[in-house]
Every structure is written in structure tokens, then in C-alpha cells.
């Protein structure tokens, strides 16, 4: 089983509505990290989540962390066409001396029109 | 500001013969590098990791080389691809640890192999 499980594995929304993917681990998330990928394309930074409870926003994405540090929600307010793509959210789940960051397997997101 | 690039962007090349990928960095220093490979599906596998020159620390045992000879140049390399090289590589860079700075992606190599 993967040590980040992300659901749902794909997600299809009219535009307008409001989404919601999800990161989890068995794990302690010490550093949590959430990326949108275009098919094809190199993965574009959003947002880092690093305190339990920590919740942060960027224009119409929401970023959140549990206070157990082991589940991170991303919310979608209004989607757009221009959300489309996929998400995938990463961590430093063993606090280790180098720097390793485990990925999820990514949930990938259409917005119909 | 800091920019990665990374090339070619997509690069078809015959079972058994040798590869060359490269990745460098702008705009800071010291960074730390990876390279990534994306298989369909799945989430990124990370299979080279280097905090500095001539230091290379591979996660996964494979086919496949990396090498730091500046400061802000990666390379991937091999001698003999195999089919199951076939992928997308991703290039990546950091400051800091995992835990409190992220990571920083290239727009990544399509490797086919026939």
C-alpha cells in the first residue's frame, strides 16, 4: 500500500461547484505539501502545511491539515476550467536527515463547462 | 528569481542505447537536486538525491546513473536503456529540509523507448 493515499482517484464537476480532495496517511505528515500537474507537464507548487490544524488559502483553493498532522483536505471553491488538472499532495513523513518527500498517487480533476 | 530548466523535453531512443538527460538551476545556490521518474498512474518515484557536488544518494536500485558535476547541473544518465526506462523524469530543487521548504519541479523529459 502507498504510504500517502489520496481520494478520489479522479474527480468530473460542472464548473461552479465546489470540490474537495484528500491526502491521508498512517503517518505523522511533518511537512505537507499540495501540487497541480498539467498532463505533461512539470508539477507547479501551491501550498505548504506545516503546523497541526494550519489552514491556508489561495485565491480559490483552500489548503488544510488536521491536528493529528495526518490528513490534508484541498478545497475548491467555484471551480474553473482553469482548476482542471491533476493534484497530487506530498510529505516528509519520516523526518529524516535528507530531504525525501513521499507522494500521493494524485487525483485528477476535469471541470466541465 | 529561481528557475529550473530541463532537457529535452521529449527524446525517443532505441532499447540499448545510452542517455543523457540534464537539469540546471538559476538564481540560487547550493540548492539541493532530485530527479523523479512518473510512471503512468502513479505517483512519483524519486531516484536520485543530491545535497552537493560529486554527492549522489540513489534510492532505487535500477539502470540508470545521475551525476553533479556544478553546483546547479544535474544529470541522468545510462549506458544501456532498457524498455522499462520508458517514462517521465522530472527534475527537482529545494533550500532546506523536507520538512519546511518545498520542492520545485522542471517541466520534465518524455522518454520513450523503441
Known amino acids: 500500500s502507498q504510504e500517502l493515499e489520496q481520494s478520489p482517484q479522479s474527480l468530473i464537476v460542472q464548473e461552479g461547484k465546489n470540490l474537495t480532495i484528500n491526502c491521508t496517511s498512517s503517518?505523522?505528515?511533518?511537512?505537507l505539501y499540495w501540487y497541480k500537474q498539467k498532463y505533461g507537464e512539470g508539477l507547479i507548487f501551491l501550498m505548504m502545511?506545516?503546523?497541526?490544524?494550519e489552514e491556508k488559502s489561495h485565491e480559490k483553493i483552500t489548503a488544510k491539515l488536521d491536528e493529528k498532522k495526518q490528513q490534508s483536505s484541498l478545497h475548491i471553491t467555484a471551480s474553473q476550467p482553469s482548476h482542471a488538472g491533476i493534484y497530487l499532495c506530498?510529505?516528509?513523513?519520516?523526518?529524516?536527515?535528507?530531504?525525501?518527500?513521499?507522494f500521493g498517487p494524485g487525483t485528477s480533476l476535469s471541470v466541465i463547462p | 528569481s529561481q528557475t529550473i530548466h530541463q532537457w529535452p523535453a521529449t527524446l525517443v531512443q532505441p532499447v540499448g542505447s545510452p542517455l543523457s538527460l540534464e537539469c540546471t538551476v538559476e538564481?540560487?545556490?547550493?540548492?539541493?537536486l532530485y530527479w523523479y521518474r512518473q510512471a503512468a498512474g502513479r505517483g512519483l518515484q524519486l531516484l536520485f538525491y543530491?545535497?552537493?557536488?560529486?554527492?549522489i544518494s540513489s534510492e532505487v536500485p535500477q539502470n540508470l546513473s545521475a551525476s553533479r558535476p556544478q553546483d546547479r547541473q544535474f544529470i541522468l544518465s545510462s549506458k544501456k536503456l532498457l524498455l522499462s526506462d520508458s517514462g517521465f523524469y522530472l527534475c527537482?530543487?529545494?533550500?532546506?529540509?523536507?520538512?519546511?521548504?518545498?520542492?520545485?519541479f522542471g517541466d520534465g523529459t518524455r522518454l520513450s523507448i523503441l
Open positions: 527537482a530543487w529545494s533550500l532546506g529540509t523536507a520538512s519546511n521548504q518545498p520542492q520545485h
Open positions: 503517518k505523522t505528515l511533518y511537512g
Open positions: 502545511l506545516q503546523k497541526g490544524g
Open positions: 543530491s545535497v552537493g557536488i560529486g554527492q
Open positions: 538564481g540560487t545556490s547550493n540548492p539541493n
Open positions: 506530498g510529505a516528509d513523513i519520516m523526518k529524516t536527515s535528507y530531504d525525501k518527500v513521499i
